[in-house]
């Protein structure tokens, strides 16, 4: 199982990310044509950049009511900034049924799994919470599907369910609470996985805190990590963590905010949180990179869910995100180039 937080590794070089420039505008934003009536827009996720081709995994935030009606779509570009949509994986009715544990989906996270030569689909449902001792989404669970294409060419799917891989249960952890999981990102380490998973407590009011499980497969079981968790990389406010492994070691990138202990969450429009970890155990605390810059350029306010970063040769990297425009209620897919330096 994961290392003892006793056992850290030996100190690596300082590894940092710096921006370098970004469009004044998002590459999918409330004017795209290919939104199939995508209302609010985009949040969480992930791109993969597979055979030349990016391929994004999000949440739609198709209709009302807000959060309840969504979708899990599949978006390509041969670019990073010219996109088009592919289709829907997965969609909600947008009711709010008690016990419904499937009300409302986020989260998609495609893996390649080499065992299966085929891809898998982690991805969050939740059912909704009634009354005032509980929030929007309650108890989520992590879901498994499969694509019935095998092959990396089978990226698009169609996926089938294959079961839930986490969920809350009799070991769950104390800091976990009744948001249940909110993401799931594995990655392959070692002749085995692991993988960030997130939770929060609606009420009362507790952070917004990340954890480690580790499998030894990709299709589980999946198991908590004693000792390690919650991770430290963020005390009040992290999501969505992608973990990328560089030669400069694992890197998460998350979505963070302004907030302090007093606070819940405060909108941060131009950053995301990053950490790096030379063991993919044992995380420092995060530091935060600009996405977009001061000034004209700038037209977020509130950075959300950092999707990919993608190496485009020597030290250069991309990254796609989320986050949402200052003038509307939709949030939109942004690009931003950045520099990883290694002293």
Not at 85 to 93: D, F, H, I, M
Not at 145 to 159: C, E, F, L, T, V
Not at 198 to 226: F, I, K, M, Q, Y
Request: charged share 15%.
């Amino acid at each position: 199982m994961c290392a003892s937080p006793s056992n850290p590794p030996a100190a690596a070089p300082r590894t940092t990310l710096e921006f370098l420039d970004a469009p004044a505008h998002p590459v999918i934003g409330p004017d795209h044509p290919e939104l199939a009536g995508n209302r609010y827009g985009f949040e969480g996720g992930s791109v993969i950049y597979e055979s030349g081709v990016f391929h994004l995994f999000t949440a739609e935030m198709a209709d009302d009511p807000f959060w309840a009606k969504m979708r899990l779509a599949h978006w390509s570009s041969p670019d990073g900034a010219n996109w088009q949509r592919v289709g829907t994986l997965y969609e909600t009715p947008g009711t709010m049924i008690p016990g419904d544990t499937r009300f409302s989906l986020w989260s998609p996270m495609p893996i390649f799994n080499a065992a299966e030569d085929r891809w898998n689909l982690f991805y969050i449902a939740y059912r909704p919470g009634f009354g005032a001792g509980e929030g929007l989404h309650m108890d989520g669970r992590v879901w498994r599907a499969i694509s019935q294409q095998p092959g990396r060419s089978g990226i698009g799917g169609p996926y089938r369910d294959d079961g839930i891989v986490l969920q809350p249960d009799a070991d769950s952890q104390p800091w976990e609470g009744q948001q249940g999981t909110d993401s799931f990102y594995p990655w392959p380490v070692g002749g085995k996985w692991r993988a960030f998973y997130g939770s929060h407590n609606h009420v009362p009011h507790t952070p917004w805190l990340v954890g480690l499980a580790e499998a030894p497969a990709l299709a589980g079981p999946w198991r908590r990590c004693p000792g390690v968790n919650p991770s430290p990389i963020e005390p009040h406010f992290i999501e969505n963590p992608i973990v990328v492994s560089t030669a400069a070691g694992f890197i998460a990138i998350y979505d963070n905010c302004l907030s302090d202990a007093g606070t819940p969450y405060l909108p941060d429009g131009r950053h995301v949180g990053y950490s790096v970890s030379t063991d993919s155990v044992h995380w420092p605390q995060g530091r935060s990179v600009a996405v977009q810059p001061e000034g004209p350029a700038n037209w977020s306010d509130d950075v959300r869910t950092p999707l990919c970063l993608v190496s485009t040769g020597d030290d250069h990297c991309t990254m796609i995100y989320t986050a949402k425009l200052r003038d509307r209620n939709f949030w939109g897919v942004g690009l931003a180039r950045l520099r990883l330096r290694t002293s």
